[in-house]
């Protein structure tokens, strides 16, 4: 059963509500279902329903003990749910769980569905305990959820929530020693993975940001995918960049360790990158899946394929590995295509304005 323990009649049939939900929320077209919701410079349209989301929160509250609670968290992960939680989303979920040990647990089991935390939400969830060094602890695993820009601009909030100096100093230190995710991306927590960039002719397109800047979708791309390279990636993953158009071609043969050389390789190799062509998708998703080492990609473009989207979903289908898809200011039909993509690898989907 998906997202709920059958603790009750009426749990059972909030159960077949959701599932129902679920299966409906399947086979609607992308733009008539998702929700907007701009986080952390990121203006996600990939958010968890709120229809659904109410289920599964009722669900959670009726539940007596922590271990259920845990169980319909567990259930909701492993279910073939590709949308994100938004911020609010994120805090009214953690609420449910007293201890910071509990915190911990649901926030490691929902960290892939998690678009962006902010800072407010940060600082509703430490408002929820009371000893410093419980607040401590939340921080230290919250403030890798939430971006780069928020925090920045921010952080002054998560300090204030600290008495004593030498407190407040230590969140400083966690603060500053933070790797923020993108919000591109979102979670990067592969062992082994490559990264999937659409350069094609509409990647050209320009855009304004939040901070008035004018950027290419493709200059936008490669600086956050930069910041990840240089910033978010651990000395225990392996990882590739594979750009594709008309064609696929590869930075690395297959799949590399992050050391400080292959960092410095990557980011010329991303700098460099430039639009031009078709969305060629299978060519790319075939030449990552030629490393047998790979465990699954990060796919991001901005349109349809070029070529047959069934023979696209055919070979994702038959991978066996996470296709996690990022819709980046693509259409409603792209959008739908790039989460059929992630439904039916078992992987993620963002989608991004």
């Known amino acids: 059963c998906y997202w709920c323990c059958c603790i009750s009649t009426s749990c059972i049939q909030a159960l077949d509500h959701m599932n129902t939900l679920i299966a409906v929320l399947g086979l609607f077209v992308f ?11 990121c203006d996600f349209t990939d958010v968890l329903p709120d229809s659904v989301y109410n289920v599964l929160l009722a669900n959670i509250t009726q539940a007596s ?6 169980q319909i968290i567990n259930n909701f992960v ?20 007293p201890f910071s040990s509990d915190k911990s647990t649901v926030l490691k089991q929902l960290n892939k569905f998690i678009l962006t935390l902010t800072v407010d939400g940060i600082v509703d969830i430490m408002k929820t305990t009371s000893f410093s060094s419980d607040k401590m602890d939340s921080l230290f695993i919250l403030v890798n959820l939430t971006s780069a820009q928020d925090l920045k601009a921010n952080s002054s909030k998560i300090i204030d929530q600290f008495s004593f100096s030498s407190d407040k100093a230590q969140a400083q230190k966690i603060i500053d020693g933070s790797s923020p995710r ?5 979670d990067i927590s592969l062992a082994r993975f490559a990264f999937i960039i659409d350069v094609s002719g509409s990647m050209a397109t320009t855009f304004t940001d939040s901070d008035g800047t004018v950027l290419s979708r493709l200059q936008y791309v490669q600086r956050d995918l930069l910041r990840i390279i240089n910033g978010s990636l651990s000395s225990q993953q392996e990882f590739n960049i594979i750009r594709f158009s008309n064609g696929a071609s590869a930075w690395q043969p297959g799949v590399v360790p992050v050391t400080y050389a292959n960092i410095v390789s990557a980011s010329v190799f991303a700098k460099n990158l430039v639009a031009d062509g078709g969305t060629y998708m299978n060519s790319a998703l075939k030449l990552a899946f030629s490393d047998p080492k790979v465990l699954g990609v990060y796919m991001l473009s901005d349109g349809e394929p070029s070529e047959s989207s069934g023979s696209v979903y055919a070979y994702a289908s038959s991978v066996g590995k996470p296709i996690n898809t990022i819709s980046f200011k693509a259409g409603a039909a ?10 039916v690898s078992h992987g993620t989907f963002r989608a991004i304005n």
Do not use: E
């Open 334 to 343: 792209a959008a739908n295509f790039m989460q059929s993509i992630a439904s």
């Open 182 to 186: 993108s919000c591109i991306f979102g």
């Open 31 to 41: 733009a008539a279902c998702a929700q907007n919701s701009t986080l952390g410079g």
């Open 78 to 97: 492993n279910s073939n749910n590709t949308y994100g939680l938004t911020s609010q989303q994120t805090v009214g979920i953690l609420k449910q769980f």
């Open 65 to 70: 003990f922590s271990s259920d609670k845990a």
